[in-house]
């Protein structure tokens, strides 16, 4: 998938390159500009792959809380 939108970046950013050389206005060079920049962020992020993996260990007798945010333990203004 990252490929793919690798080469179509590419393949706009060339088409806006032509588009800058036959109308040197402000609107081709931003659009050049932002495929550049969408080029140099595709070319270096990272694949995130399948997700969020946790992982947990804990002691002997002890309780393990494990959440994807903020948890709050033994709050002093719970009112259960």
């Known amino acids: 998938m990252k490929k793919t939108l690798i080469i179509l970046n590419i393949a706009a950013l060339i088409a806006s390159l032509i588009w800058l050389m036959t109308d040197k206005s402000w609107e081709p060079l931003v659009t050049s500009l932002?495929?550049?920049a969408s080029l140099?962020?595709?070319?270096?992020s990272k694949d995130k792959g399948q997700g969020i993996t946790m992982k947990q260990k804990g002691g002997k007798k002890s309780t393990n809380y494990q959440a994807g945010d903020t948890i709050n333990v033994?709050?002093?203004d719970d009112k259960r």
């Not at 140099?40 to 270096?44: H, M």
């Open 74 to 76: 033994n709050m002093k």
């Open 34 to 36: 932002g495929l550049v």
């Open 40 to 44: 140099i962020t595709l070319t270096f």
